[in-house]
C-alpha cells in the first residue's frame, strides 16, 4: 500500500539555523510528492513538490529533492526564520489519491 | 478571490444526529476531496471527486456520504455520527490530483 512517514517532533531551532525533516514513503507506481504547511488555524498550503525521480521542489528558501532509490523526500532550508513556525507535512499522490505523513511541529526562536 | 469555503466552521451535535457539511470551490476545479486530521495520525483522504457525478473512497470512507451535483459543491454527509467521528475536516480542490490542492480553513465537528 501507500504510506508516508516523517520524523516526529516538535522541532525546535534558532532563527538563521539550518532545518532538515525527514519523509520517506512507500507507493505503487509513480506517485508525485508534496510538502504542506499549516500555520495555526489555518488550512494547508502547498509549499513545493515534485513529480518525478530527481526532481527538486523550491519554494521560500525550502527544498526537496525526490529520490527514487531511498524513497525520500526531505525537506531542507538552509537558514530559518520565527516566521517559519508552523506544521510541516509531506504527502504523496498516487493513482488519484492522497497520503499524508502525520505533520512536524516546528518552532523557530529568536 | 481564489477559495474554498466550508460551512460551518464549528459544529457541536449528538451521537446519530444527521449532519452536512458544505464545501464550495470557485475555481472551476474538476478535482475536490474530503479529509479529517487527528492528532498524531495527519491528514486522512475520506472521499474524492474526480468531476461531476464522479466520487471514489479514500482511506477512511466509513461513515460518511459525499455527492457531486455541481462541479463547484461537494458536501459531506454524516448519516449516523458517531464520537468517533469527532475531528477536524478539510475540503480541498485542485485542477488535477497531482496539482496544487487548495485546502478551505477547516470545520471542527464534536459528536457527544
Known amino acids: 500500500g501507500n504510506s508516508v512517514t516523517q520524523m516526529e517532533g516538535p522541532v525546535t531551532l534558532s532563527e538563521e539555523a539550518f532545518l532538515t525533516i525527514n519523509c520517506t514513503y512507500t507507493a505503487t507506481g509513480y506517485p508525485s510528492l508534496f510538502w504542506y504547511v499549516q500555520y495555526p488555524g489555518e488550512g494547508l498550503q502547498l509549499l513545493l513538490k515534485?513529480?518525478?525521480?530527481?526532481d527538486k521542489g523550491s519554494n521560500k528558501g525550502f527544498e526537496a529533492t525526490y529520490r527514487k532509490e531511498t524513497t525520500s523526500f526531505h525537506l531542507e532550508k538552509g537558514s530559518v526564520q520565527v516566521s517559519d513556525s508552523a506544521v510541516y507535512f509531506c504527502?504523496?499522490?498516487?493513482?488519484?489519491?492522497?497520503?499524508f505523513g502525520s505533520g512536524t511541529k516546528l518552532n523557530v526562536k529568536p | 478571490e481564489a477559495q474554498v469555503t466550508q460551512n460551518p466552521r464549528y459544529l457541536i451535535t449528538v451521537t446519530g444526529k444527521k449532519l452536512t457539511v458544505t464545501c464550495s470551490q470557485n475555481m472551476n476545479h474538476e478535482y475536490m476531496s474530503w479529509y479529517r486530521q487527528d492528532p498524531g495520525l495527519g491528514l486522512r483522504q475520506i472521499y474524492y471527486s474526480m468531476n461531476v457525478e464522479v466520487t471514489d473512497k479514500g482511506d477512511v470512507p466509513e461513515g460518511y456520504k459525499v455527492s457531486r451535483k455541481e462541479k463547484r459543491n461537494f458536501p459531506l454527509i454524516l448519516e449516523s455520527p458517531s464520537p468517533n467521528q469527532t475531528s477536524l475536516y478539510f475540503c480541498a480542490s485542485s485542477s488535477m490530483p497531482a496539482y496544487e490542492q487548495y485546502f478551505g480553513p477547516g470545520t471542527r465537528l464534536t459528536v457527544t
Open positions: 515534485a513529480t518525478k525521480a530527481d
Open positions: 504527502a504523496l499522490s498516487s493513482f488519484n489519491k492522497f497520503y
